[in-house]
């Protein structure tokens, strides 16, 4: 997403530069790269190495930036140090991208977010259930919390061309179907129960994941456990869009999401989509048409996929509800705001 919204920046006349806390897995750096846009890297191999704040701190005072917005954690709190050790007041936005996180469990650094979210003019939710997860751990966030969904390029996903299939698996047949999640490989994205529910489809259904993280060794062991012939691992992909084309169901199984963009991708691409039961992707899914299923059941799921093949056709009569959720609709909402924050 943060390729798209530089895209459509630049088209906007927006001068922007971009820096990232590592070089290491940096997958989306070329696409960054082609956009002519300065990219300022970090020579730290951890996202969290506190040299990052030094890092940071450098490149605020060698230029005069009008908006600082950060995105993830490591980002708000290093910004939000450095911010303080220039002495020189930029307003400074965050987004809040999950409804929840390790953080909250633990009253030790309960305080650590109360200062770091303190520092920031305003924080950009991505859904309201965002907002109201943040706004109850953190009450006086509140005030200053304002909610802009997430946007896709959407003819990125419409007009994507499909992939041949036997690119994706070798041996597929004609009327074999594919499952499709795309995800980190992560504990709150939840594959296992994708690949528990595998054993309770037909032969011919087939599950494909695409994505890495830090649980794909895990993962990938855990499959082994199950229908594992069926069970296939693309590891990270530049043609999402394209595979997206050429499968039958999405699926995104999360325990907890602030959004859950990948799914509005795969209905701007045509598929029919499942994803958890849960705050901030239930509302997104449902509202465009997509279905839901109860978190870590894996035996609703496998119905609700055989239930949505046996259907054929699936009607795509989505195109008016997914365009709210366009990069264009997207950047013009920030725009907005860093203009109103300038004043």
């Known amino acids: 997403m943060l390729v798209d919204i530089i895209r459509e920046m630049q088209q906007r006349e927006i001068n922007c530069e971009v820096v990232v806390l590592t070089k290491k ?53 290093f910004t939000s140090i450095a911010s303080k050790l220039c002495f020189r007041k930029i307003p ?13 469990d633990m009253k030790v650094l309960f305080l650590l977010d109360r200062w770091m ?7 950009i939710a991505i859904s309201t259930a965002t907002k109201d997860n943040l706004s109850r751990y953190l009450p006086e966030t509140y005030s200053k919390i304002i909610v802009i969904e997430n946007g896709i390029d959407f003819k990125q996903y419409e007009e994507a061309t499909p992939i ?6 070798s041996d597929i047949q004609d009327n074999d ?88 991708e795969a209905m701007a691409s045509g598929l029919p989509v499942l994803a958890s039961d849960i705050p901030g992707l239930r509302e997104v899914v449902q509202e465009v048409g997509g279905e839901v299923f109860e978190a870590g059941n894996e035996k609703v799921l496998a119905q609700k996929i055989q239930r949505i093949i046996s ?33």
Do not use: C, W
């Not at 002519?36 to 005072?61: L, Q």
């Not at 979210?117 to 924080?123: F, L, S």
């Open 117 to 123: 979210y303190k520092q920031y003019d305003q924080i």
């Open 311 to 343: 259907r054929g056709i699936y009607n795509k009569d989505y195109s008016k509800k997914i365009k709210k959720f366009t990069i264009e609709h997207t950047v013009a909402k920030y725009i907005q705001l860093y203009k109103e924050n300038l004043k």
């Open 92 to 104: 400074l936005i965050t987004t809040e991208h999950s409804t929840s996180n390790k953080r909250r």
């Open 164 to 169: 041949d299939r036997n690119l994706i698996i």
């Open 177 to 264: 179907k594919i499952i499709l999640m795309v995800a980190a490989m992560r504990e709150q994205k939840d594959p296992e129960t994708l690949i528990r529910a595998s054993e309770l489809l037909p032969s011919h259904y087939h599950i494909l994941f695409v994505g890495e993280g830090e649980y794909f060794a895990s993962v990938k062991a855990y499959a082994k456990k199950y229908s594992e012939q069926n069970i296939h691992f693309l590891g990270s992909r530049s043609d999402v869009p394209n595979i997206m084309k050429s499968v039958d169901v999405f699926v995104l199984s999360s325990k907890y999401e602030g959004f859950g963009l990948v799914t509005v």
């Open 25 to 77: 897995n940096n997958f989306f750096g070329d696409k960054l790269a082609k956009l002519n846009v300065k990219i300022h890297y970090s020579s730290s191999e951890k996202i969290y190495s506190f040299k990052n704040i030094v890092f940071i701190k450098s490149i605020i005072k060698n230029k005069e930036y009008n908006i600082i917005h950060t995105h993830l954690f490591a980002p708000q709190l």
